[in-house]
């Protein structure tokens, strides 16, 4: 199966908060790994930026992360680890198909 959709949330912590952020996020991504249309969800810090952390889910397609991004699951996270950080950044890709092009 191809990835035809992608979300990405690029997370900047507020040092001092990373095991709390750690937790929140791990649980998010357990839970979105479930999801229908989900290939995979998964979290990466910078090596170069240690407090620059990057979330990726990735989609069988755009309806599958349109249901995501509509069921308030991001709004929630994103509420949630604001807390914990200096700067959050939501991006979300769809694969343009050969008629769109």
């Known amino acids: 199966m191809s990835i ?10 507020i040092e001092g908060r990373e095991d ?7 649980a998010c991504i357990a839970h979105c790994q479930r ?3 989900c290939l995979a969800y998964a979290l990466v810090r910078s090596s170069r930026h ?3 952390w990057l979330i990726s ?8 992360l349109a249901s995501h991004c ?11 680890i604001g807390r914990q950080a200096l700067s ?9 198909t050969s008629e769109e092009a």
Do not use: C, H, K
């Not at 035809?4 to 912590?13: F, K, P």
């Not at 709390?20 to 791990?26: A, D, F, V, Y």
């Open 88 to 96: 959050i950044r939501f991006m979300r890709y769809v694969a343009q």
């Open 50 to 52: 240690p407090r620059l």
């Open 35 to 37: 999801l229908p249309g």
């Open 70 to 80: 509509a069921a308030g699951e991001l709004d929630a996270l994103i509420w949630e």
């Open 57 to 64: 889910g990735y989609w069988e397609n755009p309806e599958a």
């Open 20 to 26: 709390e952020l750690s937790r929140s996020l791990q």
């Open 4 to 13: 035809q959709a992608m979300n990405t949330l690029e997370i900047e912590v």
